[in-house]
């Protein structure tokens, strides 16, 4: 193999490495970000369960009036 074979591979081979880097860099944001996400969502849906209790809680108390 010539030398100017062998740089070529070189080069080629430390653009992979660079590609794969960066590929571990942006796979690592979203996951990241994901993470963010999950966490959103579980507070989202604790908001929302606490008012499906109130409101529940409201309907019950109107229920209550009403047969009085």
């Not at 590929?23 to 606490?50: G, I």
Request: aromatic letters at 2%; a negative charge; one cysteine or more.
């Amino acid at each position: 193999m010539e030398q100017s074979e062998v740089q070529a591979l070189a080069d080629k081979l430390d653009k992979l490495i660079e590609r794969c880097q960066k590929l571990e860099r942006d796979n690592a944001m979203l996951r990241d970000l994901q993470d963010d996400w999950n966490r959103e969502r579980a507070q989202l849906m604790h908001k929302n369960d606490l008012a499906k209790n109130k409101i529940e809680a409201m309907i019950g108390r109107l229920r209550a009036l009403e047969h009085h």
